[in-house]
């Protein structure tokens, strides 16, 4: 795959994940139908953002392509299980584009447009990975434990909808803390912290490799 298509796949993957976090909260009617869109588009141009090996991208396009049916599936039989095995599938999906893009990044000689997208994409990437671990947990609490409670709390009233797990799971990525939502269950609070250490971590790390890059292209210029 050329360069060119690379960056376009890459820009087309960061305005599909910008619709989900800032546009899909203000859907109503057409919420569930919309985030199968988006998430689709989501596997389909994050299969196609890096140049990966054969077997790899085998692999990937297998692993997304079990996702959107299951996705899919989900929408039009609206159970638990598919529900669990729906976002599980499209976790495992995104940790392994979230990996090789951070991988990409830093064994790059240059940094160019389409690193920098990447950089972008990867940090969009793992706030959405943090919404989807805490919507698993919900499904969880409810289909394998048999409990009503939700994983996060507003002001007392537990979430409604995973665009509730987007907005929090982004506060909590960017250490910003309003204090408007809490976690609730254990396993909740235990994901919460893995977001915030995952989000400073991911940021401290990737600006030491893009400067160090930019640097070390000057000093040799």
């Keep these: 795959m050329t360069p060119k298509h690379l960056t376009r796949n890459n820009i087309i993957l960061l305005i599909c994940l910008l619709i989900i976090i800032l546009f899909f909260p203000l859907l109503s009617s057409h919420r569930l139908f919309a985030k199968h869109v988006i998430f689709t588009a989501i596997i389909i141009f994050g299969t196609f953002s890096l140049d990966f090996k054969k077997k790899r991208q085998i692999i990937l396009i297998f692993l997304g392509a079990i996702t959107i049916i299951f996705a899919w599936l989900e929408l039009f039989f609206p159970i638990d299980l598919l529900r669990l095995l729906s976002f599980f599938s499209f976790f495992c999906f995104n940790v392994f584009i979230t990996v090789f893009m951070v991988r990409h990044v830093a064994r790059s000689k240059h940094v160019n447009l389409t690193i920098i997208i990447n950089s972008i994409n990867g940090f969009l990437l793992v706030g959405v990975l943090g919404a989807v671990l ?55 609070k235990s994901i919460t912290i893995i977001i915030a250490v995952t989000g400073q971590l991911y940021l401290t790390i990737l600006i030491a490799i893009l400067v160090g890059k930019f640097l070390s292209r000057t000093e040799k210029n």
């Design 134 to 188: 805490l919507a698993i947990t919900e499904v969880l609490q409810k289909f394998g434990f048999i409990t009503d409670t939700g994983a996060i709390s507003f002001a007392g009233s537990t979430a409604t909808g995973f665009h509730d797990y987007l907005y929090f799971s982004f506060v909590t990525l960017t250490t910003l803390g309003y204090g408007d939502v809490t976690p609730v269950s254990a396993l909740a």
